[in-house]
């Protein structure tokens, strides 16, 4: 089934089950932010693979991720401060005009099951997720702790991954578009070694 979702362009990744702090100033994202409370709190968040946050005229990827308000905060100026949790994938079939906010039609896109390889998967990407977390505190950047322990069930615990992972967001957007935790896995696995080598090799030039 296809549906009308406000949409909100960023120049990051929301995964499902993922929470993420917004801060929304833009009256147009302010209108929309109405809306959703209005509603039932929902709206999408998609990556900007082109162009910026504020002002129109960015290039939009087309597979993102439904969000739903779980705390707001309006300040006196009329800015608001969300945080939103990550429900379930979503492709976009249509873009509507932006006026007074993005809308697009989406329809939810399905998960594959993990299959016989994902736990297998799942303790390979823990292990590189420590290392290069690991790596970035000894470089002094910012990162979550390198003791971090992902969830038990592969189909949660892909998405934990690529959320707490020192990728880009090119990246994570590739680990978004996988079919299910078996590929997600495999993608962020080729991707979290080749970040810790070259991790290593700044850590190794001092």
Do not use: N
Request: aromatic fraction near 4%.
């Amino acid at each position: 089934m296809t549906e009308l979702l406000p949409m909100f362009p960023l120049q990051t990744v929301l995964f499902p089950g993922v929470a993420m702090p917004l801060h929304v100033f833009e009256p147009r994202y302010r209108a929309m932010t109405r809306h959703c409370l209005d509603g039932d709190g929902r709206f999408g968040v998609v990556l900007i693979e082109r162009g910026g946050e504020v002002g129109g005229g960015d290039v939009r990827v087309s597979v993102g991720t439904c969000a739903r308000i779980v705390e707001a905060a309006e300040l006196p100026d009329g800015r608001w401060l969300l945080m939103v949790l990550g429900v379930e994938r979503i492709g976009v079939q249509r873009w509507l005009p932006d006026d007074p906010y993005p809308r697009a039609e989406v329809t939810v896109l399905s998960e594959a099951p993990a299959g016989a390889e994902a736990a297998e998967l799942l303790g390979s990407v823990e292990g590189l997720l420590r290392r290069a977390l690991a790596l970035k505190a000894e470089l002094g950047e910012p990162a979550a702790a390198a003791t971090v322990e992902l969830d038990r069930d592969p189909s949660v615990a892909a998405y934990q991954a690529a959320a707490l992972a020192p990728l880009g967001p090119l990246d994570c957007q590739r680990a978004l578009e996988q079919d299910g935790p078996d590929q997600r896995l495999a993608l962020l696995a080729s991707a979290l070694t080749e970040e810790v080598g070259v991790l290593a090799q700044r850590v190794s030039w001092g």
